[in-house]
């Protein structure tokens, strides 16, 4: 998996639209549903607010967790188990679902 961080578009519970950094291989993965920032979305995601997140237990039972970044995504949703993400190790390991922590807005 490619390394390194890009600017991704996060939808809001509301339906706003803001950009932040993303892990590559987070966007490389479309049950996360992140995509490229359109021109106009030239906001960056404020440092309080929390985005959604998934949690999941990888093989070795350690707890992990993911950004999603929209509720329309297959993790979100639950049409989508399992995400897999490169560890320090530089191995692909796979997370499976347990739970859903709604984004959390400062204001």
């Given at each position: 998996?490619?390394?390194?961080?890009v600017?991704?578009?996060?939808?809001?519970?509301?339906?706003?639209?803001?950009?932040?950094?993303?892990?590559?291989?987070?966007v490389?993965?479309?049950?996360?549903?992140?995509?490229?920032?359109?021109?106009?979305?030239?906001?960056?995601?404020?440092?309080?607010?929390?985005?959604?997140?998934?949690?999941?237990?990888?093989e070795?039972?350690?707890?992990?967790?993911?950004?999603?970044?929209?509720?329309?995504?297959?993790?979100?949703?639950?049409?989508?188990?399992?995400?897999?993400?490169?560890?320090?190790?530089?191995?692909?390991?796979?997370?499976?679902?347990?739970?859903?922590?709604?984004?959390?807005?400062?204001?």
């Open positions: 998996m490619p390394r390194g961080r600017r991704a578009t996060y939808t809001t519970d509301a339906g706003l639209f803001f950009w932040l950094w993303v892990d590559r291989d987070s490389a993965d479309t049950n996360r549903g992140w995509s490229a920032p359109a021109p106009e979305v030239q906001t960056a995601l404020a440092r309080a607010f929390l985005p959604r997140r998934v949690i999941g237990i990888d070795l039972g350690h707890t992990r967790y993911t950004r999603v970044a929209t509720v329309t995504a297959p993790l979100w949703t639950g049409t989508a188990t399992t995400w897999s993400y490169e560890g320090s190790d530089r191995l692909l390991h796979t997370a499976t679902v347990v739970g859903r922590q709604e984004e959390r807005d400062p204001s």
